[in-house]
T-cell receptor, first 112, second 116 residues
């Protein structure tokens, strides 16, 4: 069964304390892996898309990487405004159709 | 480009009532998706449209749920005979698909439904 698992469920960091969030997946026919940020009461906001193992994308303090089984979202020197839930999603080919499967997210809290 | 718009933002209803939500996608996007999200969970896929055609429905979408996208523009999601278990955030997303290209979905702010 196609599955996306994110860890940790929650993470508290001091401002400036770098860390990584993990997204592991078990899917067939991966067509892309997506990272989103979601603030409370709002819809997910697109951050990155990755398509092949070894690919990396960067945006400000965030860097996403992809292997054949997992993706990491590295946060360098985070600030309190980086506090949010970070969602990972995969687009996979299943039974002839494409499915978009989300993980449950990592709730990040950055303390000043 | 004003992004994906959803209305209403909040809906409170009594059990057994019908509710309808509206989603206006990004204007040139040909695909429109509906998701449901409960507290502490990621969005769960419900259904999607390519232009006006509804191409896939999740098993989560019971007979009480119906979605339309007339003329391939805005979409509505109706829930009939609401139950307390329907309480959730309902998210709409849209994307532009060209051939086998990437499918980046852009989300609206959602409609939060509370069934009393």
């Amino acid at each position: 069964e196609d599955q996306v698992t994110q860890s940790p469920e929650a993470l508290r960091l001091q401002e400036g304390e770098s860390s990584s969030l993990n997204c592991s997946y078990t899917v067939s026919g991966l067509r892309g892996l997506f990272w989103y940020r979601q603030d409370p009461g709002k819809g997910p906001e697109f951050l990155f898309t990755l398509y092949s193992a070894g690919e990396e994308k960067e945006k400000e303090r965030l860097k996403a990487t992809l292997t054949k089984k997992e993706s990491f979202l590295h946060i360098t020197a985070p600030k309190p405004e980086d506090s949010a839930t970070y969602l990972c999603a995969v687009q996979a080919l299943s039974s002839g159709t494409y499915k978009y499967i989300f993980g449950t997210g990592t709730r990040l809290k950055v303390l000043a | 480009d004003t992004g994906v718009s959803q209305n209403p933002r909040h809906k409170i209803t009594k059990r057994g009532q019908n509710v309808t939500f509206r989603c206006d996608p990004i204007s040139e996007h040909n695909r429109l998706y509906w998701y449901r999200q409960t507290l502490g969970q990621g969005p769960e896929f419900l259904t999607y449209f390519q232009n006006e055609a509804q191409l896939e429905k999740s098993r989560l979408l019971s007979d009480r749920f119906s979605a339309e996208r007339p003329k391939g523009s805005f979409s509505t999601l109706e829930i009939q005979r609401t139950e307390q278990g329907d309480s959730a955030m309902y998210l709409c997303a849209s994307s532009l698909i060209q051939g086998q290209g990437e499918n980046i979905q852009y989300f609206g702010a959602g409609t939060r439904l509370s069934v009393l």
